[in-house]
């Protein structure tokens, strides 16, 4: 994987990924696509429709009365897999734009084979010459996890399961519902149902004719459709840093990890890395539904952030996936954009001065107030470094964080480590009577600032719990050389301040109202008001993507990595099975 992404495909660059000449040509056949093969789906699904049809715009597509099953059958499956194909010739794939070009001049041969009308034919003819003209912009490669082989073997098995069905019905029927057959004749009945075309059975009853055709018919067409899915379907190759690649990571955030407060994330388990040809900066990503997300600002020397970032767009190029970069600062926003990527402010993160907080002065009264709360109840909090802790004590402190998260999945990818007790991390506990009630972990914020990982209470402790850990690590941190501490991150900050001022406009209090809606699901409105008891200082984070565009497909992205939402994964889970 990681030589793939480094090496030279001999490809002449394109200067800006997203916004080259052949984008308004590579739209138009992908939409081409779409509707032709949605209006041969609908000929052969709706009859009625095609008699409908007849002297109108879309007659030129109708299939004839007296037109097979089979040809039904094969005019049906390749509308589906135009529409599959579609997604993929938007992504600039080089495997889609041959498998749509043989569709399209497979659609063309039925037509005219099968006495369809003129335009039908030529239509099918007119998108394989917009294929042949524009075949320049298709050069993105196969995902380098691909699905060929899956996608074989789920058509076999779905051929050869099919095929085996028939060919058992077809043998145990008694000779009152159908003529005895040979093996080659029940052989040959069963391989052609699948393709929609009478066999050599004689059928006495014609339920039997139905269930025999429509056996061959579902698996037939599941065979194809799901086979195109698994060939077609954005792969996500399993991320993995190796020891070397975590090793120059270390060295670059050693040398410039004081500019970015989730540079120390980079170094999460599921992520993908490419370095800048000089070796002095890197983007950290994960593919994730097509699209290739990045998090914070690229590693290393800020002068040398433009090299690493042409090399992760030229990754994603090669690769048709959709390149976008999630909480990065005003800086690398500044950067990113250069490169002809829209800029979207998100939210802001919350940083604490430790070298001048105090819990006195009447703004943090509510903070104070918690706190003397929490310690009168007998809540006690111990501040450590990891390697201060037993490999049993971390391994302990894992599961509770675990059984205390509230989802089945973990939360966080642009601002989580993932795992607990990396070298350098202050672990924070409180316990109340010797069991432990609450913990937190900060990553290292350079040499001289940490950054919240993890914050995590039981649900039966009492309300402060947070408030009492924070507090106690800002008070202490001075002694410990630490400056300033980053929280957790306020989505849409901004938005919720202007709605709420005096004199807001409407705009700006309809999307604090609509923020205040989606807190009921999401802690946007919560942690807000959480980091503000702090009195930090808030530092914007922006989304950083292609276009319009392609805004679904990263927000999709975006919410999956960051545990949020995304696409079902019961459904994700069982088409990998």
Known sequence: MAAAQRGSTGEERLPAVWRVTGVVSVGAITWVTRLVGLVTVLSVVLPAGRREMRGHVAQWLELPQDATTGAAAVALVTGVLLMQLASGLSRR??????????????????????????????????????????????????DPVTGKWRAVRVFLQLIIAGLLINFALLTFAPPRLLEPLA?????????????????????????????????????????????AYFLLRSAEPAPQLSQEEKSRLRDLLAQHGERDSLGYFALRDDKFVVFSKTGKSAVTYRVIAGAAVASGDPLGDSEAWPGSIEEFLDVCRRYGWVPAVMGCSELGATVWARFGLDVLEIGDEAIV???????????????????????????????????????????????????????????????ALGRMGDPGSVIVTVEQNGRIRGLLQFVPWGERGLSLDVMRRDRTADNGVNELMIS???????????????????????????????GAGPVARISAKVLHWASRWIQIETLYRFNAKFQPRWAPRYLVYPGVRELPRVGVAVFEAEGLGGRSRWLMRMLRR
Do not use: C
């Open 353 to 415: 001065d430790a070298e001048t907080f105090t819990l006195d002065g009447r703004v943090m009264r509510g903070v104070r107030q918690a706190v003397s709360r929490t310690r009168r109840a007998g809540y006690e909090v111990r501040v450590r470094r990891a390697e201060e802790l037993g490999e049993g004590e971390l391994v302990e402190l894992a599961a509770l964080a675990v059984n205390w998260r509230g989802s089945d999945t973990e939360r966080g990818f642009s601002m």
């Open 93 to 142: 794939k080089r495997r889609a734009w041959q498998l749509t070009l043989a569709a399209s001049v497979l659609l063309a041969l039925a037509h005219f084979g099968l006495r369809h009308v003129f335009g039908a034919g030529l239509a099918s003819v007119a998108l394989a010459v917009l294929l042949v003209m524009n075949r320049r912009y298709f050069i993105a490669l196969p």
């Open 183 to 227: 093996i080659e004749g029940r052989l040959a009945e069963s391989a052609l149902a699948l393709i929609g075309i009478s066999g050599p059975a004689v059928y006495h009853v014609v339920w039997l004719d139905d269930l025999t055709a429509s056996v061959g018919l579902l698996f037939g067409l599941g065979a194809v459709l799901l086979a």
């Open 472 to 502: 106690e690590l800002l008070l202490t941190a001075k002694d410990r050389g630490v400056k300033h501490v980053s929280l957790n991150f306020a989505a849409f900050r901004s938005l919720m301040e202007q709605g709420q001022r005096i």
